[in-house]
């Protein structure tokens, strides 16, 4: 029913910045939440910021806040994450999601609360 496509993911050096873009496609009209998560090797999937997209509130855990950035162009069904200050804990592969429940809304970090998943675009931050 949606497809998502991540890009914009590369090899930086700590203290350096990326901006991801995910890419929504088919029936967007009613979706509620878009977020970005992503999972290390050997450790759990976990979110790093989450939006309403109606309202464009943001959520972000403290390990990212202040660094990094969620933006959405309505025009171009578009996601974008802006990381700033990178650091090599950073390293993951990152994913976009989406849902269209109502209940996302106040769990936007939670990778449980999304359906809709991109492939995922490798982030690797070097010391």
């Known amino acids: 029913q949606v497809q998502l496509v991540e890009s914009g993911g590369g090899s930086v050096q700590g203290g350096g910045s990326l901006r991801l873009s995910c890419a929504a496609s088919?029936?967007?009209?009613?979706?509620?939440?878009m977020g970005w998560f992503r999972q290390a090797p050997g450790k759990e999937r976990e979110g790093v910021a989450g939006?309403?997209?109606?309202?464009?509130?943001?959520a972000y855990p403290d390990s990212v806040k202040g660094r990094f950035t969620l933006s959405q162009d309505n025009a171009k069904n578009t996601l974008y994450l802006q990381m700033n200050s990178l650091k090599p804990e950073d390293t993951a592969i990152y994913y976009c999601?989406?849902?269209?429940?109502?209940?996302?809304?106040?769990?936007?970090?939670?990778?449980?609360?999304?359906?809709?998943w991109g492939q995922g675009t490798q982030v690797t931050v070097s010391s």
């Open positions: 088919g029936y967007t009209y009613s979706l509620n939440c």
């Open positions: 999601a989406a849902d269209f429940r109502p209940s996302c809304i106040s769990r936007r970090l939670s990778p449980e609360m999304y359906n809709y």
């Open positions: 939006m309403n997209t109606d309202t464009g509130i943001t």
